[in-house]
């Protein structure tokens, strides 16, 4: 069996305190026999102000994989597996960085992914990464996607065809920025955020363990709605729009191997009659 747990919660600019942050919900999680830990894409740092103009606030403070605010993680987590959003370095130039989630144990890094999809004016902010792999941990093989990546299917299925079991979504997903709703459960994102857990993870027929921000930064209002999805596309636990932890327990092999006994999606795949290749519209 294991113990999964998405995280709802606001992280801003300051690394230190998110530090001590993290420490806080790492030792709660723990206590509540949790395995898999899935914190908000910038977790370390923060997200950014403005999705239209990124560049007109301050940027979260890049930090390296191998650099010591990881390390830390990594040693609270100990035989926890914990995924944690960061701004990436990516190579010498002062703004070069990505948007990145790290899979740490106590034994170090297990596995990295840099967004690919970057909606909007995120690409001033962020170099977009290039593709998706699934990698072992001590629960199981495990996916990454960053918030955007999920609307595109093409994503989850490149993990869950990469073996994948479970795929942690690791989201700071704000409230629509124009068409503003008085209250988040009726927001268009709202429903598409759960809409997407959902589906990737029925049609892939594995877990879906999904966190997101809270709160607000700059200009952003982030959802919450933090969750864990079964294979048959069930949300199991959910925080809602609150801060906490949506924990679930499960046999994760045996429920992914029963959900895909008699209709295997990835298996009855026609794999000859998709067109997969560029967009020709408009």
């Not at 999680?29 to 239209?52: C, S």
């Amino acid at each position: 069996m294991v113990t999964m747990a998405a995280v709802a919660a606001h992280f801003g600019r300051d690394v230190d305190r998110s530090l001590v942050k993290i420490a806080g919900i790492v030792e709660h999680a723990r206590e509540r026999g949790v395995d898999l830990l899935v914190l908000p894409d910038a977790t370390i740092g923060g997200y950014l102000h403005d999705l239209y103009h990124p560049e007109g606030g301050p940027l979260p403070p890049a930090v390296g994989v191998d650099g010591p605010e990881v390390a830390a993680v990594a040693a609270l987590a100990r035989d926890m597996v914990v995924c944690v959003g960061i701004a990436e370095h990516a190579g010498p130039g002062a703004g070069a960085r990505y948007n990145t989630a790290v899979a740490v144990h106590g034994d170090g890094v297990l596995g990295v992914h840099r967004k690919v999809h970057l909606p909007l004016a995120e690409n001033e902010a962020y170099r977009a990464g290039d593709g998706f792999a699934a990698f072992d941990t001590p629960l199981g093989r495990l996916g990454m996607l960053i918030d955007f990546d999920k609307t595109f299917p093409e994503s989850a299925r490149t993990l869950a065809l990469d073996g994948a079991v479970v795929l942690a979504c690791l989201s700071a997903w704000p409230a629509s920025v124009t068409d503003r709703s008085d209250r988040i459960r009726n927001d268009r994102q709202a429903r598409l955020f759960d809409l997407y857990d959902c589906a990737r993870a029925a049609e892939n027929q594995l877990y879906v363990v999904s966190s997101n921000q809270t709160g607000v930064l700059g200009g952003l209002r982030f959802l919450g709605q933090a969750k864990v999805v079964d294979p048959a596309g069930e949300i199991v636990a959910k925080t809602w729009a609150k801060g906490g932890l949506a924990v679930a327990t499960a046999d994760v092999h045996g429920d992914v191997a029963r959900a895909r006994r008699s209709m295997h999606h990835l298996r009855d795949r026609a794999v000859g009659a998709y067109a997969l290749g560029a967009y020709a519209g408009t």
